[in-house]
């Protein structure tokens, strides 16, 4: 491997690196909020959402109390699996640039998101009014697999593409 190859592949080793690790924390200050702030920060952000649909459709969904707790359980599990796609995306991505092979790289990268989500949990234990819920690390694993499903799909289309071109420069004898 040339020079400029090895230094592209470390400069992004160290860029996705740095992506999971500020996930991981930005997931880990999410989670020490206290309940109470926690909620309401879903709360909010519900009624924004709810809003935002509300004026492109314009309508009035006119939820219930119940409705609107409904939807706010939805936007936090949501949530969960969201940060973890992408925590599973960018792990996975850093396994695969390390060279190592699919299977060993996609079992270590599910195990160590699987263990940050079950070490987010247990943390919040010891949060005011938070839980650790096994629902979350349960939802936060089945995030991490769409997120690995979703580099295999980008990396199925890479080599796709790169097939065809090569390909089609390929000279037909005559």
Known sequence: MDKIKKRRKKTGSVLIALLALVTYFHILKLSSKPGETSSQQSESLSALIIGFFEKILKTDFDLTGNQFLQFEGFIRKAAHFTEYALLGFLVYSLFLLWGRSDVKAAV???????????????????????????????????????????????????????????????????
């Not at 989500?117 to 938070?130: C, H, N, T």
């Not at 697999?145 to 097939?163: D, E, H, Q, T």
């Open 108 to 174: 270590r990268s599910f195990l160590l998101v699987v263990g940050l989500a079950s070490f987010d949990e247990f943390l919040q234990i010891f949060i005011p009014e938070r839980f650790a819920m096994v629902k979350d690390v349960i939802i936060d694993s089945i995030g991490c697999l769409a997120g690995m499903l979703m580099i295999r799909l980008i990396y199925f289309i890479y080599v796709s593409r790169k097939a065809k071109a090569d390909v089609s420069q390929e000279k037909l004898p005559l």
